[in-house]
T-cell receptor
Framework: AQSVTQPDIHITVSEGASLELRCNYSYGATPYLFWYVQSPGQGLQLLLK??????LVQGIKGFEAEFKRSQSSFNLRKPSVHWSDAAEYFCAVANNAGNMLTFGGGTRLMVKP | EAGVAQSPRYKIIEKRQSVAFWCNPISGHATLYWYQQILGQGPKLLIQFQNNGVVDDSQLPKDRFSAERLKGVDSTLKIQPAKLEDSAVYLC????????????FGPGTRLTVL
């Protein structure tokens, strides 16, 4: 069975600073990997996903993530954080049958003015 | 395009009572999911339907939880009887077909069991 670990429960960054959220997964084959964002009072929204090919994927709202097979990681990055990015971020993995989406515990991002 | 609809948005019940949640997925989406999200945790998949068949329900506590998706469209999740530890947000999501497709999530139903 696959699993996802997000080591950082909370992260605080200053507005305009760069951001990296960590995600480590466990799965025997090449997984499908996702990042979702959950803003207060709103539903989960897909930021980006990786299936195959280029290991650097671009998403919405200026986010990107890099798949590193050797490290079993799929870290999310943004070069300059905006106050509106404050939210909870979830990394998730699906098996290679396209089923069983498993979420990590989430990282809560706070943005200082 | 209308999103995933869920009702009710909030529900408060006493332990040992029963409760039901309803979900209407995006039109044309074959696959429907129910997740449980306990405060401070990520969503946990309870059950996955493709059309009106169950793809996976390995994490559904079947002694108290049940779900159905009659006619392959909307779905109902029931808890009977509820326990204190069932307090959570219950999220419904749908995809065109696979979990590898983008999942569109509903706003959730926040359940409080007293």
């Amino acid at each position: 069975a696959q699993s996802v670990t997000q080591p950082d429960i909370h992260i605080t960054v200053s507005e305009g600073a760069s951001l990296e959220l960590r995600c480590n997964y466990s799965y025997g084959a090449t997984p499908y990997l996702f990042w979702y964002v959950q803003s207060p009072g709103q539903g989960l929204q897909l930021l980006l996903k990786y299936f195959s090919g280029d290991t650097l994927v671009q998403g919405i709202k200026g986010f990107e993530a890099e798949f590193k097979r050797s490290q079993s990681s799929f870290n999310l990055r943004k070069p300059s954080v905006h106050w509106s990015d404050a939210a909870e971020y979830f990394c998730a993995v699906a098996n290679n049958a396209g089923n069983m989406l498993t979420f990590g515990g989430g990282t809560r991002l706070m943005v200082k003015p | 395009e209308a999103g995933v609809a869920q009702s009710p948005r909030y529900k408060i019940i006493e332990k040992r009572q029963s409760v039901a949640f309803w979900c209407n997925p995006i039109s044309g989406h074959a696959t429907l999911y129910w997740y449980q999200q306990i405060l401070g945790q990520g969503p946990k998949l309870l059950i996955q339907f493709q059309n009106n068949g169950v793809v996976d329900d390995s994490q559904l506590p079947k002694d108290r939880f049940s779900a159905e998706r009659l006619k392959g469209v909307d779905s109902t999740l029931k808890i009977q009887p509820a326990k204190l530890e069932d307090s959570a947000v219950y999220l419904c999501a749908s995809t065109v077909k696979w979990a590898s497709d983008e999942q569109f999530f509903g706003p959730g139903t926040r359940l409080t069991v007293l």
